[in-house]
């Protein structure tokens, strides 16, 4: 049986899943992919950790450069996470001829146009299905299975950590703090919370589908990025009672020239599925021409999930190795000169509807006058609901708007900051009415 | 740049949308593969027809075996259907050398081993995305991306019509003929539904990925099988009312030394994603041991996204033809030598929770007569409802059980149908509570 080793750098929680699979599944995977897939080394700067899994002699390293230097190992699977060490390996490896399958988005997102053509012009095969959505095959859908679509938009909840904490404000009414905290304790968020909840992390992501959908280049710079922090439950209660639901979104539209590409919590309709994604767990949708909307669920992260889909790109590759059939699949999806760089739509153009809470002293005429100020800047009311009464102090008044385009609404709400009656910046929350899955 | 023609036999509806991507799309689909495919023929009995497309001259033909004999083409997508001709086709086809894509799933699920055992001994590609889930990447998903997981069950909204006529009942409260008719007006059902409506279509895909999963042959004879046509408005508000919806779905899970494979109507927990999948769409769940829950979700029939399906066969075959890696994955994803031959577990093994509607004179002693003979065939009762008060004529009689087993089930409603207080066959739905995605 052909054989083809492994060597993995970064034995952290998904470097141990993806250690655990190849070892324990060895035969299931070789019962499916007709060879043997051997972990020859896994690096680690600690070696003492029980990981759980039986390490042959010798398997286990602190010697990754030794594992990158090593002529028998034909792929490397990068674990190791972030852009400085990771990205020195992968191009270090790349120059030793060696395939490379990584699950890191940060460094994807940063330098992935120079990564992959450095790998298409050494003729090697990168894979990266874990960098989005954890076990969900987002990637392959977008590079092999809508093979024939034009892809119109794509609408993802794609960090888990950010979805556990709303769906938790949601279900127990809780601050964000407090479910922050919860997150923390439960291990679905990290001690430095800030990439996941401020948006970033899904920011990566969409950088990375948002190339493979359209072939056009990998620009993270120009992403607008919103995270989650400022969301409260009072936010959460009054959606509700408009019929929707808050998520952390990343949505990306095609539009003629450019394309929209944006990451802020988003009211969407409770009917729809995506808003009923709970937890941990992540989803995306994808709307093609052909194929109109299809959308994948599952486990975004976390140990095996992420590792399952790890091992499948270390399989495709080894298939491809085998058979001689290196970059089978082009790196973002479209063949390196059909490969343009079409611009983000700056989030000034966006057009759609919007959520405003105020808080406002409840005095005769505020209303006329923030509604007088919205107006004149093009912006007209769908909902207005204004809650309880106070003699002092300022209350919630909220405001749904029909169409209106976001520059008009910052100029607007700047005009508005200078009003006396309104205390606070008021929140501001998109809302995605259409153009989603039902 | 390379080319690979192919030939359509059969341009019905789906057929249609084969030819309109491969026409229309030609240019997407060689910037995304790097090659040219290339519609050679399409081949149907009807030349008349309209299809919307302008096919080059001399492409469209009636002579299939002219096609099929064409030495330039590589590939026949056959998109006739049923089991005779289509079947015929295929092995003609694959004796002149041809790779063979089909949406076929009566097909394969009557006669895939012996299909793709031919396919292997002739080291020919067989691709069949588009015959189970239309759009959804399904049977790539079990094939690639779940390579390293062994499968411990699948749940599946896997049939367009009996969702679109269970969402409308449900909705509605109409009947199902009436749901039925609504159906056939708007081309969601055919003028004879029974492959559809009594769960034989959503048995064939079962059957496919059922072997896929578990790495067994194909065997559709055991699967256990019942569909929609006794579903009534009353079932589906009872079941509101204990918190499910009713679904068709395909259920199967792996046992020690067997597998689950069953299509029934069933109750699931309406906080249950699959729950809200609505109309004509479908839906399947994957579980894995290490991915977990995944699920993909997506217009299962339909012109194009059948289309999409059958595209992305093409271009994988194409790929594979142009670097000689035919027979790169598996077609029953395992190694034909590991496939065993893994049996259906009889439906009289299952155990569940069971909904019971009796339609009972409401006259004393009814109730413990029935649950006395529930009893001593070791079925216990989670709830019971009686509903209405007649002096005259049966009332509905509502239980649910707890796990129960099938064989004593039947036995019990044996006995009671016996008794004079029970009028009719009682209906009867069987519940799943857990292993499914929430």
């Known amino acids: 049986m052909k054989k083809i080793q492994v060597g993995l750098l970064g034995c952290g929680t998904v470097g141990t899943g ?3 699979l190849l070892v324990e599944k060895k035969e299931l995977i ?6 043997e897939i051997i972990l020859k080394h896994a690096a680690d700067i600690d070696l003492e950790t029980d990981r759980g899994i039986t390490f042959k002699k010798g398997v286990l390293t602190t010697d990754a450069r030794a594992v990158i230097n090593d002529p028998n190992i034909d792929i490397i699977v990068e674990m190791i ?26 460094l994807l997102a940063a330098h992935g146009n120079q990564i992959f053509k450095y790998a298409m012009q050494k003729n090697l095969d990168l894979g990266y299905e874990a ?24 609408t993802g909840i794609l960090n888990g950590t950010c979805n556990y904490i709303l769906s938790k404000i949601t279900q127990d009414h809780s601050t964000f703090e407090q479910a922050l905290a919860e997150a923390k304790a439960k291990g679905f968020a990290e001690a430095d919370p800030t990439l996941d909840v401020e948006g970033f992390d899904t920011a990566h992501k969409l950088a990375i589908i948002g190339a493979l959908a359209y072939g056009t280049t990998i620009n993270l710079e120009d ?10 439950p009072l936010d959460i209660t009054f959606a509700e009672q408009f019929g929707y639901r808050i998520k952390l979104l ?22 729809n599925l995506i808003a009923n994604v ?9 709307t093609g021409d052909a194929v109109g909307d299809m959308m994948l669920y599952g486990h975004g992260a976390g140990m095996m999930p992420t590792a399952s ?43 759609t509807h919007y959520y405003f809470r105020f808080s406002a002293q409840d005095r005769p005429g505020v209303l006329s006058k923030i509604s007088g100020v919205l107006g004149d800047h093009d912006i007209s009311l769908k909902s207005v609901i204004q809650k309880g009464r106070k003699a002092k102090g300022p209350v919630p008044l909220i405001m749904l708007t029909h169409l209106a385009r976001e520059a008009n609404v910052m100029k607007a709400l700047d005009k508005l900051s200078g009003f006396d009656v309104i205390s606070d910046r008021p929140m501001v929350i998109r809302i995605e009415d259409n153009n989603l899955t039902h």
């Not at 959505?133 to 093979?147: F, N, W």
């Not at 709970?278 to 994808?286: H, I, K, M, P």
């Not at 399989?315 to 290196?326: F, P, T, Y």
């Open 18 to 20: 993806v250690a655990k």
């Open 30 to 35: 070789s019962s499916r992919a007709g060879m």
């Open 81 to 106: 996470g972030g852009t400085a060490i990771a990205r020195e390996f992968i191009i270090d490896a790349m120059n030793k001829g060696k395939h490379v399958v990584t699950a890191n988005k940060a």
């Open 131 to 154: 960098s989005v959505g954890g076990c969900m095959p987002i990637i392959k859908s977008l590079r092999e299975s809508l093979v024939s679509n034009n892809i119109h938009s794509m």
């Open 223 to 232: 992403i607008y990025v919103e995270g989650i922090s400022r969301i409260t």
């Open 250 to 271: 990343a949505i990306s539209k095609k539009k003629e020239n450019s394309f929209e590409a944006r990451i802020h919590p988003t009211m969407i309709p409770l009917n």
């Open 278 to 286: 709970e937890g941990s767990l992540n989803a995306v949708t994808v």
């Open 309 to 351: 889909a790890v091992v499948s790109d270390v399989v495709d590759i080894a298939r491809n190795i085998i058979s001689g059939d290196i970059g089978r699949i082009p790196g973002l999806s479209f063949q390196p000169d059909k490969i343009k760089s079409i611009p983000v739509m700056p989030i000034a153009d966006l057009e």
